[in-house]
């Protein structure tokens, strides 16, 4: 099988939007360039007791989301990719690598490099969104932290930000939540701005905006535009955030959604506090079911016609 898509991608050196045409080779892909240029290493390809994986999705009854990887190498540095295409990756013995779900609908993903020191507060965060890894390799001299992501060990997340330092000395930070909690709200409310917000238009009783008085509000993304052209968010599965205020550059990629069967579990963020990334993504919304002009239909969380899990 080989797959063509488009895709906009942003770089620490290109903060424009350059518009690629790559190939998705079924069985024999490869990972985002950022592991690669690092010197990274395919899940498959781990033979050396300084290299370890964890392929991971959020398990919520039964039923696994939204999945993560991190490679690590203990002598260097190790990468952490963060995205809303399910059922990416596939385990190391499953002969697929890009599935049919990752064609229909847009996506985000967000690959960035670390130190390995960095991956003990990242395997801290794995614990707190409750991270269950399908397929995993990670050497016993390891952090003690990621041991405690393979062995599944439960710890309740701290909600406040959690600062880590790139290969290149940016700062990213990640977040997480806890059960009965909207991920965005809490984000809102850390980075004191209004909130743009895109997450699957699909989701059975997708949540209305978030219009609390006395609160930072949380406005879903109910069209996103592109030089590709626009569409709505029945056809877009990726799950970001972005400050509404101007002079706030917050912006995040998360692991849920807006909605009731959403918030019954746990999830988390890595956002990043930059004007010219905050800005490329601010300019993707375009049509927002503001706080201000809320239909009949929003106000009554109607289940979306056309849902499709």
Same mark, same amino acid.
């Given at each position: 099988?080989?797959?063509?898509?488009?895709?906009?991608?942003?770089?620490?050196?290109?903060?424009?939007?350059?518009?690629?045409?790559?190939?998705?080779?079924?069985?024999?892909?490869?990972?985002?360039?950022?592991?690669?240029?690092?010197?990274?290493?395919?899940?498959?390809?781990?033979?050396?007791?300084?290299q +370890?994986?964890?392929?991971?999705r959020?398990?919520?009854?039964?039923?696994?989301?939204?999945?993560?990887?991190?490679?690590?190498?203990?002598?260097?540095?190790?990468?952490?990719?963060?995205?809303?295409? $399910?059922?990416? $990756?596939?385990?190391?013995?499953?002969?697929s690598?890009?599935?049919?779900?990752?064609?229909?609908?847009?996506?985000?993903?967000?690959?960035?490099?670390?130190?390995?020191?960095?991956? =003990?507060?990242?395997?801290?965060?794995?614990?707190?969104?409750?991270?269950?890894?399908?397929?995993?390799?990670?050497?016993?001299?390891?952090?003690?932290?990621?041991?405690?992501?393979?062995?599944?060990v439960?710890? $309740?997340?701290?909600?406040?930000?959690?600062? @880590?330092?790139?290969?290149?000395?940016?700062?990213?930070?990640?977040?997480?939540?806890?059960?009965?909690?909207?991920?965005?709200?809490?984000?809102?409310?850390?980075?004191?701005?209004d @909130?743009?917000?895109?997450?699957? +238009?699909?989701?059975?009783? =997708?949540?209305?905006?978030?219009?609390?008085?006395?609160?930072?509000?949380?406005?879903?993304?109910?069209?996103?535009?592109?030089?590709?052209?626009?569409?709505?968010?029945?056809?877009?599965?990726?799950?970001?955030?972005?400050?509404?205020d101007?002079?706030?550059?917050?912006m995040?990629?998360?692991?849920?959604? =807006?909605?009731?069967?959403?918030?019954?579990?746990? +999830?988390?963020?890595?956002?990043?506090?930059?004007?010219?990334?905050?800005?490329?993504?601010?300019?993707?919304?375009?049509?927002?079911?503001?706080?201000?002009?809320?239909?009949?239909?929003?106000?009554?969380?109607?289940?979306?016609?056309?849902?499709?899990?």
């Open positions: 099988m080989l797959i063509i898509c488009l895709a906009y991608y942003i770089t620490p050196s290109i903060h424009s939007l350059p518009l690629i045409l790559f190939r998705v080779a079924g069985g024999a892909g490869a990972y985002p360039s950022c592991h690669r240029a690092r010197g990274g290493v395919h899940p498959g390809q781990v033979a050396s007791l300084s +370890g994986y964890v392929i991971y959020l398990l919520y009854n039964s039923t696994l989301f939204f999945p993560g990887v991190l490679l690590v190498n203990e002598s260097g540095t190790g990468i952490w990719l963060l995205h809303s295409t $399910p059922k990416f $990756p596939y385990a190391r013995d499953e002969n690598f890009w599935p049919s779900t990752g064609v229909k609908n847009a996506q985000t993903f967000i690959c960035v490099t670390f130190p390995y020191d960095e991956f =003990r507060k990242i395997g801290k965060h794995l614990q707190y969104i409750r991270a269950f890894p399908f397929d995993h390799r990670i050497p016993g001299d390891f952090h003690t932290e990621l041991q405690d992501v393979v062995n599944k439960d710890v $309740p997340p701290d909600d406040n930000f959690q600062q @880590l330092t790139s290969s290149n000395r940016s700062n990213f930070y990640s977040i997480a939540k806890n059960y009965s909690e909207d991920l965005y709200v809490n984000i809102a409310q850390k980075v004191s701005s @909130l743009l917000v895109q997450t699957w +238009g699909c989701q059975m009783r =997708r949540d209305t905006s978030f219009c609390k008085e006395n609160k930072f509000k949380v406005e879903n993304i109910n069209t996103t535009a592109t030089s590709l052209g626009q569409w709505n968010n029945t056809k877009d599965h990726s799950k970001w955030c972005v400050a509404k101007p002079e706030n550059n917050w995040c990629v998360a692991d849920v959604n =807006r909605a009731p069967s959403q918030y019954a579990r746990r +999830g988390g963020a890595l956002c990043i506090n930059d004007k010219k990334i905050k800005d490329i993504f601010q300019n993707f919304a375009n049509k927002i079911e503001d706080c201000q002009n809320r239909s009949l239909l929003d106000i009554l969380n109607i289940m979306n016609p056309d849902y499709d899990p």
